[in-house]
Nanobody
Framework: QEHLVESGGGLAQPGGSLRLSCEVS????????MGWYRQAPGKERMFVAA????????YYADSVKGRFTISRANARNTIYLQMNSLKPEDTAVYYC????????????????WGQGTQVTVSS
């Protein structure tokens, strides 16, 4: 059973930055495409970003393009989400997602999920 653990959430001011991390244990990390989702209160869980196994393929939601960057460090079994120019509407629980089938599968909701980390953007 794969285990995904997110960290790095917290409180940020509008215009500020946060970096989320997700560490994966279990199967070889390089076998997985990875991604991030978020769920705001009272709303459905929404796709944020995805990255393929090699790191060359990326997808982003339109709402975060140009502000968020997904990256991976295979030697550390970890993916990151660098979030800049944060807005109050970015407030949500952020979830790590993984799937061995590729970034397109993650974009549609991959097989494995973390427990989430809260991000709050407020002045």
């Amino acid at each position: 059973q794969e285990h995904l653990v997110e960290s790095g959430g917290g409180l940020a001011q509008p215009g500020g930055s946060l970096r989320l991390s997700c560490e994966v244990s279990g199967r070889a990390f390089v076998d997985y495409a990875m991604g991030w989702y978020r769920q705001a209160p009272g709303k459905e869980r929404m796709f944020v970003a995805a990255m393929g196994r090699s790191g060359t393929t990326t997808y982003y939601a339109d709402s975060v393009k140009g502000r968020f960057t997904i990256s991976r460090a295979n030697a550390r079994n970890t993916i990151y989400l660098q979030m800049n120019s944060l807005k109050p509407e970015d407030t949500a629980v952020y979830y790590c997602n993984a799937d061995p089938l590729g970034a397109a599968a993650v974009r549609s909701g991959g097989r494995y999920w973390g427990q989430g980390t809260q991000v709050t953007v407020s002045s």
